[in-house]
């Protein structure tokens, strides 16, 4: 989302200079040598190509895929492998929407996490589960910061944590100290963008210097990642972000 006309290896390398992490998207869109000759502090990416929580032919697919990311991920030394409540396609729209949630996948959905979490277990990984937004994901199951918590709270192991991601929680629900309030045990990373536009902090209507403040009032010490755009320059716009998040 930063820099985008440069290679991926020079963008992970600007960022390790500023003594930040670098998070990734989908793995077969790099050269994964080029990224490990970079020896950057991979912080988190997808971890899965495709696949779905709530019903067994999507199961099957998840868990074969983030087990194949998950090898990947530990070649980079990624802390964090994401996923979501379905695959997404093209702009981030669900590969198969869903409008109603059933009873029944959400108990498929939390026993494919439970299976998610042996698959951790086995491999030495940490997953995250990230909240969406449904303006931006319509039809996205299990998106809401809510129902993140539901799930993560009530699979309840360490390798299972909340990528709670505030520019979709301020769209869906709004009230973002008490979501990390609620959300803090099981946090395992908080993403951050502005609203509107997805930009940086400072360029929309959240106050992330107040946020920062509360996160530590509330004695959050995990990672803070910017994904969002850069309404302009790139390097201002990791500016802006560390400024917001420094005390």
């Known amino acids: 989302m930063l820099w985008p006309d440069r290679p991926i290896d020079w963008r992970a390398a600007r960022l390790t200079e500023r003594g930040l992490g670098v998070g990734l998207w ?3 869109d790099h050269d994964l040598d080029r990224l490990e000759a970079v020896r950057a502090d991979y ?3 997808n971890g899965y190509l495709e696949g779905r929580l709530a019903d067994d032919e999507g199961a099957a697919m998840l868990l074969a ?19 979501h409540g379905t695959g997404l396609g093209e702009g981030g729209i669900p590969i198969r929407q869903c ?9 498929k959905a939390r026993d494919t996490l439970h299976r998610i979490c042996d698959l951790a277990e086995e491999e030495g990984v940490v997953f995250t589960l990230e ?3 449904l303006m931006d994901h319509p039809g996205c199951p299990f998106g809401s910061t809510a129902d993140v918590l539901a799930l993560v709270s009530s699979v309840d192991r360490p390798g299972l944590r909340i990528n709670l991601d505030l520019y979709h929680t301020q769209i869906g629900e709004g009230d973002l100290l008490r979501w990390c309030e609620r959300c803090l045990p099981w946090i395992g990373e908080i993403q951050v963008a502005d609203n509107p536009g997805r930009f940086e902090p400072g360029t929309g209507e959240i106050n992330y210097p107040g946020v920062a403040q509360a996160l530590a009032r509330m004695g959050y010490r995990g990672p803070v990642g910017m994904e969002a755009f850069a309404q302009g320059d790139s390097d201002a716009a990791v500016d802006a972000f560390v400024a917001a998040f420094t005390l």
């Open 26 to 28: 989908n793995w077969p």
């Open 43 to 45: 912080t988190i990416m």
């Open 65 to 83: 895929s983030a087990r194949e990311t998950a090898q990947v991920g530990k070649r980079l030394g990624v802390r964090r492998l994401n996923l």
């Open 99 to 107: 409008e109603v949630v059933t009873g029944e996948m959400w108990l």
């Open 131 to 133: 909240n969406l937004n």
